[in-house]
């Protein structure tokens, strides 16, 4: 791969869904990477740094600290010591964050958390648990519509650097309901994307996607409309060809027979999206 071909620091971030942030915290904190550069000084990444890239993701998977991977990517086998995951204390570190109402701190918390990790660990690892354990009563909903302002701002941001670029493919993000488990979605998909805030209606979607024809359509429900509301939503006929629905409360809803039904957990739907948009574009 030469220095034409090979990958820029926004295309691996990409590719790997980790946040630029987090890969020069890597290379710079950690010494786990060390990119190629070019004459200006811009990093560039060879397959092999991809491969120590998916190495390094798949340890912290397994649990293991930032701090402790660097040597186990110089065995051949290796088997890590035992060590406690570092995420329990950092939830309870989120949870005394939201006791109190702090939602600067636990803003701070997560940003610190998304220099080491990239967007899907944090999320699987630290904010799911914290909605989980947040729905387990009531009285806790107050702390759980803190926790998700902040997940909103914080992933509203980061989603509007995924937009697509002019010609290139992409999908937009429908939500029905919350918004939040689309932004959530974005941040671990890798692909190029819009978000919307809030559902559109099937007319004023079709205006959205005139100029646009290279898009996909995913609507992400979280809560069940209502007939009328489902309605508005889906005519007849699909407003592009690569079209399905997914999220915790898709299967209750009464769709168009137009309309697929994507089951597959969040970091898995990347695949899936991408061969349906490749199935419907040769049809």
């Not at 660990?121 to 387990?136: E, K, N, Y």
């Amino acid at each position: 791969m030469t220095e034409h071909t090979a990958l820029t620091i926004q295309q691996v971030s990409q590719a790997c869904g980790i946040n630029p942030v987090t890969l020069r915290a890597w290379e710079r904190r950690y010494q786990l990477l060390a990119p190629a550069r070019t004459g200006k000084g811009h990093r560039r990444y060879h397959p092999e740094d991809v491969t120590r890239i998916r190495q390094i993701q798949a340890w912290l998977d397994k649990g293991v600290p930032i701090g402790q991977v660097a040597p186990l990517l110089t065995q051949p086998s290796p088997e890590p010591a035992v060590t406690a995951s570092p995420w329990p204390a950092l939830i309870d570190e989120g949870l005394s964050a939201l006791q109190t109402l702090n939602g600067r701190r636990l803003e701070q918390l997560l940003n610190r958390l998304l220099r080491d990790y990239s967007h899907d660990q944090v999320i699987r690892a630290f904010t799911d648990p914290l909605q989980a354990h947040l729905a387990q009563s009531p009285l806790m909903a107050g702390r759980r519509a803190l926790l998700d302002a902040v997940l909103m701002q914080k992933w509203s941001a980061r989603a509007l650097s995924l937009a697509p670029r002019r010609g290139e493919t992409g999908w937009l993000l429908v939500p029905v309901g919350s918004p939040l488990p689309a932004l959530e979605l974005a941040m671990v998909m890798g692909l190029p994307l819009w978000c919307l805030q809030r559902p559109v209606e099937a007319d004023a979607l079709a205006v959205l996607l005139a100029e646009r024809p290279h898009t996909g359509v995913l609507w992400v429900i979280s809560e069940r409309p209502s007939t009328s509301h489902s309605r508005s939503l889906w005519q007849s006929a699909p407003p592009v060809s690569a079209c399905a629905c997914w999220g915790p409360a898709a299967a209750l809803v009464k769709r168009p027979a137009w309309l697929p039904l994507l089951e597959a957990p969040r970091e898995q739907l990347a695949p899936r999206l991408q061969s349906l948009y490749q199935e419907t574009s040769t049809q």
